[in-house]
Each structure stands twice: as C-alpha cells, then as structure tokens.
C-alpha cells in the first residue's frame, strides 16, 4: 500500500529539494539534479530539455554519477523521514477512525502495512526511479561516456534498467537527437 504514503513523500522530497536548491550552481547542473527528481512531466519538461542541452557536458557528468551511486544519503534519509512523519499521522488516524471518517477496508489497508516493509518499498522505487532517470537523461545529453553506459546497460536483459536503457535510446534515434 505505497499510495498514500507515496503520494505524500514524492510531495515532500520535491518540496526539500526545491527549497535546498543552491543558486550558484551552473543552469545545466542544476537542471540535471531536477530532471533526476521529476516524478511526471511538467509544463516546464521544454526549458528543463533546453538547459540540460546547454552544457550537455556538465549534465552528462551528473547523470552519470547519479547512475552509478543512486540518491545520496540526505536525501534518503529525508525520504525515511517522511515516512514516518506519515506513518505517524496514519496511527493517529487509526485511533479514531470514525473522526477521519475512514471505512473498514481504508482502515483494513492501512493495518496492513508495516513501516519497515513501506520504508524499504518506497526507498526501493525512488533509487529506481532516480536511476532511471539519469538513464534517460543521457540520452538528451548525448555524450560519449551516457552513450557507453546506455549500450552497456541496454545490453544487460539481467539489469533492473534494460528496458528502460533500450527505450532511452529508441528516444533518441527516433526524435532526431542521436544516431544508433
């Protein structure tokens, strides 16, 4: 039951990360950490594929980085913390359901879950899809190091990112932006 919970921790690791968004940076390394923390796209996908092929160098670098190491710890561990801000808030809910106005299978699922179990599951699915998407933002940067990396990982039906390795790179053949 990763719904709520889900919902609540994507809203608040979007809001860390935009709130902690450091002005120095270069335009392309900044816009490279938030392609890797977009969880749809947005009305602003153009400017954000603009930036990140301004110096595709510089996002290159970040994406790769991302890939091999995943999030870093802060930003695990804000995550967590989410977590259990909301398991908190379900607990509290759970004690007077009919004050939350909860029905017998809201209240049934959330019983169900153990935070451990919602902690490794959502902790699981933002390390792939963070790394998923610094897969598919190698294929906007186009270097030759992410092209390295896309055919390795595209060529690995073992690895958790085949097909998201394959699909990054029909992207790019077929919007023009690369050649395979």
């Not at 392309?28 to 392609?35: F, G, I, L, N, S």
Request: contains cysteine.
């Amino acid at each position: 039951m990763a719904g709520p919970v889900k919902l609540v921790a994507v809203a608040a690791m979007l809001t860390f990360v935009v709130g902690c968004g450091r002005k120095s940076e270069p335009p392309a390394k900044a816009a490279a950490e938030r392609w890797l923390r977009q969880t749809e796209a947005g009305p602003d996908l153009a400017d954000l594929i603009k930036q990140l092929r301004q110096d595709p160098q510089v996002a290159e670098a970040v994406f790769i980085e991302a890939f091999n190491n995943g999030p870093t710890e802060a930003e695990r561990e804000t995550l967590a913390d989410t977590i259990d801000w909301h398991w908190a808030a379900m607990q509290v809910q759970l004690a007077d359901p009919e004050a939350y106005g909860l029905s017998d299978s809201e209240k049934e699922a959330m019983k169900s879950i153990s935070l451990s179990e919602e902690k490794t599951e959502e902790l699981l699915t933002f390390e792939y899809n963070y790394k998923a998407a610094a897969l598919t933002g190698l294929a906007l940067t186009q270097g030759q190091t992410g092209k390295q990396l896309l055919e390795r990982v595209a060529a690995d039906p073992n690895s958790p990112y085949w097909n998201v390795a394959i699909a990054a790179q029909k992207s790019t053949t077929l919007n023009g932006t690369g050649k395979r």
